[in-house]
């Protein structure tokens, strides 16, 4: 069974800070690997997407990939108290299917 | 743009009542999808709609549950009879059609869910 691993919480870090979210995934053959936030009681927002190894960037956020620990991360950098949400990781691609597995979501605390 | 738009945004029934919850998906989105979270569990895959047609329906938990999307546009998704566990966040999420080839990139826009209270 296709299962994503996530420490559901909560990280607390200080405004200014790094926050690190950290998720693992037991299908190997995982293609797509997405990062989501979500504020409570609204819904999920993609917020970052990567499918090769190595790191991407996109504002304050830099999501890694490493396939062959199966390890996907999620950096924020300067967190704000904005930031505070629940952060879920999901992938997809698994044997050739497009339907997400889902993590069960960090909650992050950024505060003041 | 309006994004996808689920109704109710909170149904409380007894066991063995009927709800039927529906979804609007992104105008244009040929893909459509329903999810449900139960309580400290991650989200989980229920069914996918391309236009119409049920794309893949295998994570219906039972025959209790009716997902429709007659003329490919709304989405209604039926619990008959509800029982204590369908208790939930019902998501609903739309993608674009996938001109690629490649459906595990296709962003998908979620709703903000109806949460399911089952007494």
């Known amino acids: 069974q296709k299962e994503v691993e996530q420490n559901s919480g909560p990280l607390s870090v200080p405004e200014g800070a790094i926050a690190s979210l950290n998720c693992t995934y037991s299908?190997?053959?995982?293609?797509?690997f997405f990062w989501y936030r979500q504020y409570s009681g609204k819904s999920p927002e993609l917020i970052m997407s990567i499918y090769s190894n190595g790191d991407k960037e996109d504002g304050r956020f830099t999501a890694q990939l490493n396939k062959a620990s199966q390890y996907v991360s999620l950096l924020i950098r300067d967190s704000q108290p904005s930031d505070s949400a629940t952060y879920l990781c999901a992938s997809t691609g698994g044997g050739g299917s497009y339907i997400p597995t889902f993590g069960r979501g960090t909650s992050l605390i950024v505060h003041p | 743009e309006a994004g996808v738009t689920q109704f109710p945004s909170h149904s409380v029934i007894e066991k063995g009542q009927t709800v039927t919850l529906r979804c609007d998906p992104i105008s244009g989105h040929d893909n459509l999808y329903w999810y449900r979270r139960v309580m400290g569990k991650e989200i989980k895959f229920l069914l996918h709609?391309?236009?119409?047609?049920?794309?893949?329906e295998s994570g219906m938990p039972n025959n209790r549950f009716l997902a429709e999307r007659t003329g490919g546009t709304y989405s209604t998704l039926k619990v008959q009879p509800a029982e204590l566990e369908d208790s939930g966040v019902y998501f609903c999420a739309s993608s674009q059609e996938d001109l690629m080839g490649l459906s595990s990139y296709n962003e998908q826009f979620f709703g903000p869910g109806t949460r399911l209270t089952v007494l």
């Open positions: 709609f391309v236009k119409e047609s049920k794309q893949d």
């Open positions: 299908d190997r053959g995982s293609q797509s």
